[in-house]
T-cell receptor
Framework: NAGVTQTPKFQVLKTGQSMTLQCAQD?????MSWYRQDPGMGLRLIHY???????DQGEVPNGYNVSRSTTEDFPLRLLSAAPSQTSVYFC???????????FGEGSRLTVL | DAKTTQPNSMESNEEEPVHLPCNHS???????IHWYRQLPSQGPEYVIH???SNVNNRMASLAIAEDRKSSTLILHRATLRDAAVYYC??????????????FGQGTRLTINP
């Protein structure tokens, strides 16, 4: 049981490049979400999904796209990276309405 | 979304109890109170949650005020490994609202040897 797996763990991009941060969970959780954490700051919600085919925006969705074609996977896409998107990104899944969030180990992204 | 307010930082000594406060004056009747902590260079991890009654688990205790407008996370005997940022968040206990979870700044807890 791997829990929530994020790849890659580290990535350096140039401004304008695109990339996808992958997130997979093997716990059959319906809810998944993406957060970003800037240095010294708390987590901010980017996008979330309550099930396959259903996504919604969080606090800071601009510059990011998501899709949810399967229960297991919830990729986060940066279409045209900007230095302001330099951050650590965390994916999480939720075990039910009042259950706990399970977080991945994070993906550290640097945009030059 | 209901907001929470926590002190930016707290400091305690090893092997002493720690009381981390959280104010949530706009909490609704269906909101659960959740606590997470984030160790350095790691993702957040679940600590405890409750609705109305005080709760205990192997990691901590959660004391909830009678009016539910505040709560306190209690670490009974702090160790150096408890040094982390602690987040108090509210989660709606209904299907539509249960999913949009908003983390605040949290409290950075420092434990002195």
């Amino acid at each position: 049981n791997a829990g929530v797996t994020q790849t890659p763990k580290f990535q350096v991009l140039k401004t304008g490049q695109s990339m996808t941060l992958q997130c997979a969970q093997d716990m059959n959780h319906e809810y998944m979400s993406w957060y970003r954490q800037d240095p010294g700051m708390g987590l901010r919600l980017i996008h979330y999904s309550v099930g396959a085919g259903i996504t919604d925006q969080g606090e800071v969705p601009n510059g990011y796209n998501v899709s949810r074609s399967t229960t297991e996977d919830f990729p986060l896409r940066l279409l045209s990276a900007a230095p302001s998107q330099t951050s650590v990104y965390f994916c999480a899944s939720l075990s039910g309405i009042i259950g706990e969030l399970f977080f991945g180990e994070g993906s550290r992204l640097t945009v030059l | 979304d209901a907001k929470t307010t926590q002190p930016n930082s707290m400091e305690s000594n090893e092997e002493e109890p720690v009381h981390l406060p959280c104010n949530h004056s706009t909490i609704s009747g269906t909101d659960y109170i959740h606590w997470y902590r984030q160790l350095p260079s790691q993702g957040p991890e679940y600590v405890i949650h409750g609705l109305t009654s005080n709760v205990n688990n192997r990691m901590a205790s959660l004391a909830i005020a009678e009016d539910r407008k505040s709560s306190t996370l209690i670490l009974h005997r702090a160790t150096l490994r408890d040094a982390a940022v602690y987040y108090c968040i509210l989660r709606a206990g209904i299907i539509q609202g249960a999913q949009k979870l908003v983390f605040g700044q949290g409290t950075r807890l420092t434990i002195n040897p």
